[in-house]
């Protein structure tokens, strides 16, 4: 790191005025500062949608009865992956959800990355940690092995055939929201993810930090994809690209085998 040589300072008796001005230059100090930021402002209209720009997120009261979120909700849960950073520790928070009533949580392998361990939070208060989890294949999923019991699930659905136009339900922990609950439609099928490897589908809801993990559920209540990406539409409006389930079904059941799936 450069340190700038400071030169020994001036040892002076400053008169009266002077030191009236040096009483009064916090205050003409902020100011400046004001001023400065104004201007700024002003002269780079892009400055005020920099600092403004998070997408604008809030739980359709409505939703709170919604039988498949109803349904659902129970077994979608706060996933805080925790590392060592410098002299203190870091957290990164996502969303999962539980496949097997011992526990076996579905979330992003990005979540995990670096991780030492992680902490499973359900619903109802209960608290899981572990450092057990796999990645499945080369795919941005992984699981996480948990020793609980009598835990609420959600099932996959390794047979759906998606429509564009179809509805689904998307239930995460963006900004810090627990269980925010979306509606929303299938949209675009054609981009290929992961390098080509896998088609993604778009899910026409508000993606924002931490919905990653969170659960894509169709109709009848099971999980059709995984949310694993955001695609940008406006400023402050995301989509979110998931991952089909369908199209892991074979890198996602040598994961759950590894882990001993019960």
């Given at each position: 790191m450069y340190n700038k040589q400071q030169s020994p300072a001036i040892q002076e008796?400053?008169?009266?005025d002077y030191s009236r001005f040096r009483r009064r230059s916090p205050l003409l100090r902020g100011i400046a500062a004001l001023l400065v930021l104004g201007f700024l402002l002003l002269a780079l209209p892009h400055v005020g949608q920099l600092i403004t720009s998070?997408?604008?997120?809030?739980?359709?009261?409505?939703?709170?009865?919604?039988?498949?979120?109803?349904?659902?909700?129970?077994?979608i849960v706060v996933i805080e992956a925790q590392s060592t950073a410098?002299?203190?520790?870091?957290?990164?928070?996502?969303?999962?959800?539980?496949?097997?009533?011992?526990g076996l949580i579905i979330t992003n392998q990005h979540v995990l990355s670096g991780a030492e361990t992680v902490s499973i939070s359900f619903v109802d208060g209960r608290r899981y940690y572990s450092n057990r989890w796999l990645q499945a294949g080369d795919v941005d999923i992984a699981v996480i092995d948990i020793q609980g019991h009598d835990l609420p699930t959600l099932d996959l659905n390794f047979n759906s055939v998606l429509q564009p136009g179809q509805q689904v339900t998307v239930i995460g922990n963006p900004l810090n929201m627990e269980r925010l609950i979306q509606k929303g439609l299938l949209?675009?099928?054609?981009?290929?993810?992961?390098?080509?490897?896998?088609?993604?589908?778009e899910?026409?809801?508000?993606?924002?930090?931490?919905?990653?993990?969170?659960?894509?559920?169709?109709?009848?209540?099971r999980?059709?994809?995984?949310?694993?990406?955001?695609?940008?539409?406006?400023?402050?409006?995301?989509?979110a690209l998931a991952i089909p389930v369908k199209t892991i079904?074979?890198?996602?059941?040598?994961?759950?085998?590894?882990l001993g799936n019960r």
């Open positions: 008796h400053p008169d009266e998070r997408p604008q997120l809030s739980q359709d009261p409505a939703l709170n009865h919604d039988p498949i979120a109803a349904l659902a909700r129970p077994a410098g002299l203190g520790m870091q957290i990164k928070k996502g969303t999962g959800f539980n496949i097997d009533r011992n949209a675009d099928f054609t981009a290929p993810a992961q390098g080509g490897k896998l088609a993604y589908i899910v026409l809801v508000t993606a924002a930090p931490g919905l990653s993990g969170s659960p894509v559920v169709d109709e009848e209540g999980v059709v994809a995984v949310v694993y990406a955001a695609r940008k539409k406006t400023e402050d409006n995301n989509t079904y074979d890198t996602l059941s040598q994961a759950l085998d590894r």
